[in-house]
């Protein structure tokens, strides 16, 4: 298993529709996990963090899953403004901090 | 919340040319930077870890002669991309992770590197 994979898309869906993205981790040891958004030529954001089982910011949910290593990201209501790529990062094992990201998934919301 | 400047945020320079890239933490002190390029439609790949006082350690498949890391200062890291070719065209962006390390990892703004 890669180290951090993701579906990379893309996702094309309409306004307001519920979309999610699946993304699974080979190191069962990590604690804590990330959910990045980058646009186009700019640099990752942080989405949400994931310390427990979940966790829920608006329209946006993550959940983990420990027992099978994959984590999620659930969009509701989509919007045009959330056309961007999603990046699954999850902590390198390194005693540094480093994190490993995922090759990004690619969301289209479309009018 | 922390902040990470990175300079310059595109440059266009000449095969055989040398740049030079730094970037800054610049309302916390950073004890380790980590160094990333991001090829078009590609996952940002971690080229080298970045130590304060000490050498950097890089990842395997780069080369720490082209890739020359100081970093001087607990709030400087700099990457220098030496006798630079278009193959070296990327996306170069630092990052930090404020005290403790299990926070969220911030990014400088990127600089956008093309070698003609």
């Known amino acids: 298993r890669k180290e951090v994979e993701q579906d990379p898309g893309p996702f094309n869906v309409p306004e307001g529709a519920t979309v999610a993205f699946n993304c699974t981790y080979s190191?069962?040891?990590?604690?804590?996990f990330f959910w990045y958004r980058q646009d186009c030529r700019k640099e990752p954001k942080l989405l949400m963090s994931v310390y427990s089982s979940g966790n829920e910011d608006g329209r946006f949910t993550a959940q983990l899953n420990r027992a099978s290593q994959y984590i999620s990201l659930l969009i509701r209501d989509s919007k045009l403004s959330d056309s961007a790529t999603y990046l699954c990062v999850v902590p390198g094992g390194g005693s540094q901090g480093n994190l490993i990201f995922g090759k990004g998934t690619k969301l289209s919301v479309k009018p | 919340g922390a902040v990470v400047s990175q300079h310059p945020s595109w440059v266009i320079c000449k095969s055989g040319t040398s740049v030079k890239i730094e970037c800054r933490s610049l309302d916390f002190q950073a004890t380790t930077m980590f160094w990333y390029r991001q090829f078009p439609k590609q996952s940002l790949m971690l080229m080298a870890t970045s130590n304060e006082g000490s050498k950097a350690t890089y990842e395997q498949g780069v080369e720490k002669d082209k890739f020359l890391i100081n970093h001087a200062s607990l709030t400087l890291s700099t990457l220098t991309v030496t006798s630079a070719h278009p193959e070296d065209s990327s996306f170069y962006i630092c990052?930090?992770?404020?005290?403790?390390?299990?926070?969220?990892?911030?990014f400088g703004q990127g600089t956008r590197l093309t070698v003609v």
């Open positions: 990052s930090a992770r404020s005290p403790p390390t299990n926070t969220e990892a911030f």
């Open positions: 190191n069962s040891a990590s604690q804590s």
